[in-house]
């Protein structure tokens, strides 16, 4: 049977990604305009991707920007027995730096008339005046740098956000914010993390004050860089501390936060260009496990700690998309058809917003007892990093290419895919 453009778009609109492979098929036989309908998918899909962003981010970024956002968050916490972390104290810098991190990439495009673009560039407009919200001690948003460990985990990711975009959300900021920023930045030098990915958090932040010409710790790097390594354990998974866990913190914090650590570092002179294409070689193949686990319908397993971090898990497959970045056989259209499936089995699957728009605690809903001890509000807004492959242009592979398969599509419908074996790097 032959569709229409119109009618192919519709199904498209539809399934996207998720059920493209019996049309994909049928196209080889079909007219160029289903062709052209197929491609066009790749734009669908981005339209999903940008309305959802715009949609998580939304309820963050204009409140700090009208220095509301302590008024109007909820803090909800995990219900765990023994639950002692105080979430008032840290909340709100969890839910700015997390999204910062994951809205960067996209916000550092260039502004344009589309519904997208105009979404980019009211979320960046606000950032930059919340940003200023954020370190002024006179604003109701002033956020807390100052007390606690948690602020060492979430400037980090605001510093992330600095790095992933700075000429969007660093050199706009008028110099007495910039003053602040930094400030803040080195108030965190009075406190030490955990013994795991948690140096990282330091080091980057470290990272961040090198960037913009300040004097870093040169011990709060360095720590990083001799522990990481040690903590290697093999085809492409890093232990997190000196015990391995199996949990997805390889991407929610210590490759993407590794490969950013050491291209600041890089750019600087601080290490070779070797060392970083060896933790961005270990990245790739950790991209490899990123893309099989992802189902046939876009589930993944909701194995180990920080699960209620959702799309967050992620982070690892779209930062080496964003990088250009693909492990061998892998495509981009292959990436972007995985992520667009885990996607929308999380946000049209799942009821994962209250009312007013802000993300609840749960993996699939409303489910506060998977959260855990250190769980809030704020926390759940990491989920923004699975998207940073928006930060690609709409011209680029990622969005351009037709719809292909996944490994797990084709290893389920019986057709060849890549066999896996460990890497010796």
Request: aromatic share 12%; with cysteine; hydrophobic share 40%.
């Amino acid at each position: 049977m032959m569709y229409t453009v119109k009618k192919w778009i519709a199904l498209l609109l539809l399934t996207a990604c998720l059920g493209f492979s019996t049309y994909a098929q049928k196209t080889k036989h079909q007219s160029t305009e289903a062709k052209k309908a197929l491609t066009a998918s790749g734009q669908l899909d981005r339209a999903f991707w940008s309305n959802m962003l715009y949609k998580m981010a939304s309820p963050v970024v204009f409140n700090l920007a009208a220095g509301t956002l302590k008024q109007n968050m909820p803090v909800e916490q995990g219900k765990v027995p023994g639950y002692s972390f105080n979430a008032e104290k840290v909340t709100h810098l969890e839910a700015v730096g997390r999204t910062m991190a994951g809205i960067a990439p996209w916000l550092a495009l260039p502004d344009d008339d589309s519904q997208e673009g105009r979404q980019r560039k009211q979320l960046r407009t606000a950032l930059l005046k919340g940003i200023s919200n954020a370190v002024d001690p006179g604003s109701p948003d002033y956020l807390n740098f100052r007390t606690e460990q948690q602020p060492l985990v979430d400037a980090a990711f605001m510093a992330q956000g600095f790095l992933r975009a700075p000429k969007a959300l660093w050199e706009p900021l008028d110099s007495v914010t910039k003053k602040r920023v930094i400030e803040e930045f080195k108030s965190l030098r009075n406190r030490s993390g955990t013994y795991n990915n948690w140096l990282l958090f330091a080091a980057l932040s470290e990272a961040f004050l090198l960037s913009v010409g300040e004097q870093a710790d040169p011990a709060r790097i360095d720590f990083a860089l001799k522990k990481m390594p040690e903590w290697y354990v093999g085809d492409g998974w890093y232990s997190d501390g000196p015990q391995f866990s199996m949990d997805y913190y390889n991407s929610f914090v210590i490759q993407p936060m590794l490969v950013d650590l050491y291209a600041v570092l890089k750019q600087h002179n601080k290490v070779t260009d070797s060392a970083y294409q060896q933790v961005l070689k270990r990245m790739v193949r950790h991209a490899e496990f990123q893309e099989r686990i992802i189902g046939v319908d876009g589930s993944f397993p909701p194995f180990g700690r920080s699960i209620t971090y959702r799309s967050g898990a992620f982070q690892l497959l779209a930062q080496t998309a964003l990088l250009g970045q693909y492990p061998d056989q892998i495509t981009p259209g292959q990436v972007r058809c995985a992520l667009t499936a885990m996607l929308q089995k999380l946000f049209l699957h799942c009821n994962n917003f209250d009312a007013r728009g802000w993300l609840i605690l749960g993996f699939c809903g409303s489910q506060p007892s998977v959260a855990d001890y250190y769980t809030s509000t704020g926390s759940l807004y990491m989920a923004t990093l699975g998207f940073l492959s928006l930060g690609l242009p709409a011209t680029d592979r990622f969005w351009t290419d037709q719809p292909a398969e996944w490994t797990s599509k084709k290893a389920w419908s019986g057709q060849p895919f890549k066999k896996d074996y460990k890497v010796g790097y």
